[in-house]
């Protein structure tokens, strides 16, 4: 039986073909393929800032979505291209460890959508980047759009020995849940913290109507990053 050696496999590939392919490889196409991705990231550039419901708009995070699907773009021209440099970018990528704090899930998602724009555009299917970043694009949005309706919020009130059974009626005809998370008595006030799941277009009238109550000094609504438990 024949000895089967490394160098006979490398020979079996054929790398010499394929590496002379890499230096044939035409400039158009590279050109088109990192066109074509950023045309479409720069559409997940624009879904991103537009159903961004956090409280800080990162900018810097946005353009690291064009950055990643660039670099992909890139470093999947060149695997496609030459089986040598595909070993090597595997070998190199396997010591390379990244760190970032990813605050919101979401963002994760995003990422992985950027890369994979990459991954597509850098094997020339425009047509599967094109329609899939379309409906990917339209699920985000009309989610984002019906989640945004009932947004949850954190209701901060400052009073004069008000308890949360006084304010519970107001809440009740505007929120959808509400739930008591912190109650903080001193001499002076008592602060209470509530959380609150409230349709955006009654806001308005709901602090209002909190204003008018006896012993409230001040009210204060801020975005919350999270869900209300239902029941």
Do not use: H
Request: aromatic share 10%; with cysteine.
């Amino acid at each position: 039986m024949e000895n089967i050696t490394f160098q006979k496999i490398l020979d079996s590939l054929n790398i010499k073909s394929i590496a002379e392919n890499y230096r044939n490889l035409d400039i158009l196409t590279i050109l088109i393929s990192l066109a074509a991705a950023f045309i479409i990231v720069m559409f997940i550039y624009w879904i991103y800032k537009k159903t961004f419901s956090g409280v800080l708009y990162s900018k810097n995070f946005n353009i690291t979505l064009v950055l990643v699907s660039l670099v992909t773009t890139s470093a999947v021209i060149i695997i496609s291209s030459n089986i040598v440099l595909a070993l090597g970018m595997v070998g190199a990528l396997s010591i390379v460890r990244f760190r970032m704090a990813v605050k919101d899930p979401r963002d994760v998602g995003f990422l992985f959508w950027a890369i994979t724009n990459g991954i597509i555009c850098g094997i020339s299917a425009y047509s599967l980047a094109v329609i899939s970043a379309l409906f990917i694009g339209l699920v985000v949005f009309i989610l984002s759009k019906k989640i945004s309706v009932r947004e949850p919020y954190l209701l901060i009130l400052d009073t004069k020995d008000l308890t949360f059974d006084k304010i519970s009626p107001v809440l009740d005809k505007y929120c959808y849940i509400f739930k008591l998370r912190s109650q903080i008595i001193t001499e002076d006030k008592t602060e209470l913290i509530v959380e609150v799941k409230v349709n955006n277009k009654k806001i308005t009238e709901m602090i209002s109507d909190l204003k008018k109550l006896e012993k409230v000094i001040s009210t204060k609504l801020v975005s919350f990053q999270g869900d209300l438990e239902e029941g």
